[in-house]
């Protein structure tokens, strides 16, 4: 005969944990698909995060801008220092021979030369001192000894000069790659945010960009066209031939630059030769602290840390080379907090 109990009824205990994990998934899902639609950020929110990220981007290119022109005179001076020993190790050399020639001479004819004790001496210039007093020495001797021990003070001198500054040239170097990568990394954050814009929002942006760049050239060219110098003229000048040259971090023209690359690459094209960083290039000059009395082709700083610089364009506007994904165009001096000029 069949069985008829009745089914098992779950425990209490279990149905309010099974009641407890529903509602909590549940719960769960209607908070993800609220939260869903703010996870995207607006095309205004985009554009301020990437333009901080641009100019902390900057504030490291100018620091590997400096690194780089440190390492570039440290090569130099090595080069010059090594050049030095060499030409002095030879010349060290050519008086040792001269002292040798004269204690070989003198060994011939039955003597022998005080020179020879010297070179056999660990320290010579007690010997020297010794043997001077003694008159042991010839006025002649005396001389070639006095020139073999300038010569060993000079090169010893040079000699850990050079070892000094490749010590350095080997610090400079790491902070090169740090800058480097510091730069890399803040571009490609701000290229990642660029990338969540729909093909409309980068459009927008570009379209914004743009329309501001024209009226700042307008509103440039239409204002006073006085000069600083006939120097500032022609730097001026050289940078507007070059305008529309894309930014690129590091680079110092002709076909793209960024800011202190732009002004000091247009300076050189007017004869002259400026620093190669923004914070030096603040000091090239005079300043002028009032934006009134600013003239055209007057160097314009920026920023509390002085990280950026471009040209004074005339009726407050700029020329400058203003940071990745754009162009050296013309912006109002307003857009940037501005700290002084330079009139070079």
Request: hydrophobic share 35%.
């Amino acid at each position: 005969m069949a069985s008829h109990r009745r089914p098992k009824q779950p425990s209490r205990t279990r149905v309010t944990v099974l009641t407890t994990a529903a509602a909590a998934a549940v719960a769960l899902s209607a908070n993800a698909a609220n939260a869903a639609p703010s996870e995207k950020p607006s095309k205004d929110e985009v554009k301020s995060k990437v333009d901080k990220l641009y100019e902390d981007a900057e504030k490291a290119t100018e620091k590997l801008n400096g690194a780089e022109e440190k390492q570039d005179k440290l090569e130099k001076q090595i080069a010059d220092l090594q050049d030095n020993v060499a030409r002095g190790q030879d010349e060290l050399n050519a008086l040792r021979d001269g002292l040798g020639s004269m204690a070989s001479a003198q060994y011939r004819t039955g003597g022998i030369d005080p020179s020879v004790a010297l070179f056999l001496s660990s320290d010579p210039d007690n010997y020297l001192d010794q043997a001077s007093a003694m008159d042991q020495l010839s006025s002649q001797q005396v001389e070639a000894l006095k020139k073999v021990q300038e010569k060993q003070r000079s090169l010893a001198q040079q000699r850990q000069e050079a070892s000094e500054k490749l010590e350095d040239l080997a610090d400079t170097r790491t902070e090169l790659a740090k800058q480097k990568k510091a730069v890399q990394g803040k571009l490609a954050s701000a290229q990642k945010l660029l990338n969540s814009l729909t093909a409309a929002e980068k459009a927008a942006l570009d379209a914004e960009q743009d329309r501001a760049s024209r009226d700042s050239q307008r509103s440039a060219l239409s204002g006073s066209t006085k000069a600083a110098s006939g120097r500032a003229s022609s730097a001026y000048a050289a940078a507007q031939s070059v305008i529309g040259s894309p930014y690129v971090y590091g680079a110092s023209g002709p076909s793209s630059f960024d800011c202190s690359g732009l002004t000091s690459w247009a300076y050189a094209q007017a004869g002259m030769a400026i620093p190669r960083t923004s914070q030096a290039q603040a000091n090239a000059g005079t300043r002028i602290y009032s934006q009134s009395e600013l003239q055209v082709g007057d160097l314009v700083i920026f920023y509390g840390d002085l990280h950026h610089v471009g040209f004074y364009a005339g009726n407050g506007q700029v020329l400058h080379a203003p940071r990745t994904g754009t162009v050296v165009r013309y912006e109002s001096i307003n857009n940037m907090p501005f700290q002084f000029g330079v009139r070079i």
